[in-house]
């Protein structure tokens, strides 16, 4: 070899050096990290205001029969049909750091949520029905206040139903499997997600 030829082979001998520094350098560069992923995750959540909902649509009958007292004659009675549209899930106003306990090295992180809780309540008046009234020709037909009394009573008998529906339990159960299908994509890999 010529002595001409040694420096571009030395000149060689760094480009491949640089180039191969420069990949090494690349293919070690990762995304962000778990902390930068959750930190960026919480305002998301907040974002969102509520979690894991769950609508359900209950129908109910109400009626009240009127058999009348001694000094009343005959009898009347009424029927309606109801729909109401209840809806609960997770409310996220409060959610924030304090929420979490992350351990980026073990890939874990433990959430904390507040139970369920009703989000909303609708009966609307067009889905109120008559659906069956009877009045005896010596009594008068049921008023606006008496009509109205019964549909408070079938709201406060709803909303006193609403636990045993199961939605609350089936909202947590939403909300839970969403936190925890969204921290595994972040890249963790144990996820507990708890209520209180």
Not at 90 to 107: C, S, T, V, W, Y
């Amino acid at each position: 070899m010529t002595a001409s030829a040694k420096p571009y082979v030395s000149l060689f001998r760094v480009s491949i050096l640089v180039i191969v520094m420069t990949l090494v350098s690349v293919s070690c560069k990762k995304g962000p990290s778990l902390e930068e992923e959750l930190e960026n995750w919480i305002p998301q959540m907040t974002e969102m205001a509520e979690l894991g909902t769950v609508e359900y649509t209950v129908n109910k009958i109400v009626s009240a029969n009127d058999n009348g007292d001694w000094y009343k004659l005959g009898d009347r009675m009424i029927l309606f049909s109801t729909t109401s549209y209840i809806k609960a899930g997770i409310p996220l106003d409060d959610f924030g750091e304090k929420n979490i306990q992350a351990d980026a090295l073990r890939k874990s992180a433990i959430v904390t949520l507040p139970h369920a809780r009703l989000l909303s309540f609708n009966m609307p008046p067009e889905e109120v029905k008559l659906t069956y009234k009877k009045i005896s020709a010596l009594r008068s037909d049921f008023n606006a206040s008496e009509r109205n009394k019964l549909l408070m009573q079938a709201e406060q008998q709803i909303r006193a139903s609403i636990p045993s529906t199961g939605i609350y339990q089936e909202a947590e159960r939403n909300a839970s499997e969403m936190v925890t299908t969204m921290l595994k994509n972040l890249g963790f890999e144990i996820v507990k997600v708890q209520f209180e």
